[in-house]
């Protein structure tokens, strides 16, 4: 577990609008990233993974809305076109749009698909979900990358966003 210039080189870019959550987001795309590695060991995924898990939820930041997963796709794909990657895109943004998912995804790219959806879930649900996977390993990564409070940021977000919008559901309920 060690820092990655691809997660590194996008959250950068938006450090000032993720100001004071920085480290908390920081560090939560750190834990889905190594939850995906943990999961999937083949090399070519690993860059998917880094650029879909620092941008999953940065909607939140750089469009200053709860309802992020649109407004997050559309960074990643801005991000893909400029780096030359514009054949990731519909891979990196199927994971994003998928990443809230309670059930199996199953389509097209299936498998980074999937494997980015447990992921976020383990960390979101702080470890109590596994998919299987070794309870030391997703301690080792909380430990390495800790919480800093990010699941009590989402709680008051949420709140919030429920106070604010009562009609719009969050993202995760609009499947």
Not at 36 to 43: A, K, Q, S, V
Not at 64 to 73: A, K
């Amino acid at each position: 577990m060690h820092p990655n210039g691809t997660i590194e080189n996008i959250l950068d870019r938006f450090r000032a609008q993720i100001g004071a959550d920085y480290e908390r987001y920081k560090n939560h795309v750190y834990r889905v990233f190594n939850n995906c590695l943990m999961m999937d060991t083949d090399p070519g995924n690993e860059e998917k993974y880094a650029i879909a898990a620092a941008f999953h939820d940065l909607g939140i930041w750089s469009d200053q809305t709860f309802d992020y997963l649109g407004p997050s796709e559309n960074q990643a794909k801005l991000y893909l076109t400029e780096n030359g990657k514009q054949e990731w895109s519909a891979e990196i943004t199927t994971m994003i749009h998928f990443h809230h998912k309670a059930s199996k995804y199953r389509g097209t790219h299936e498998k980074t698909v999937e494997t980015f959806r447990k992921a976020d879930w383990i960390d979101v649900s702080l470890g109590l979900l596994t998919f299987g996977n070794s309870g030391q390993a997703i301690s080792n990564t909380k430990a390495t990358f800790p919480n800093l409070g990010f699941h009590l940021f989402l709680l008051k977000e949420t709140s919030k966003n429920f106070f604010k919008h009562p009609t719009n559901p969050l993202p995760m309920f609009k499947k």
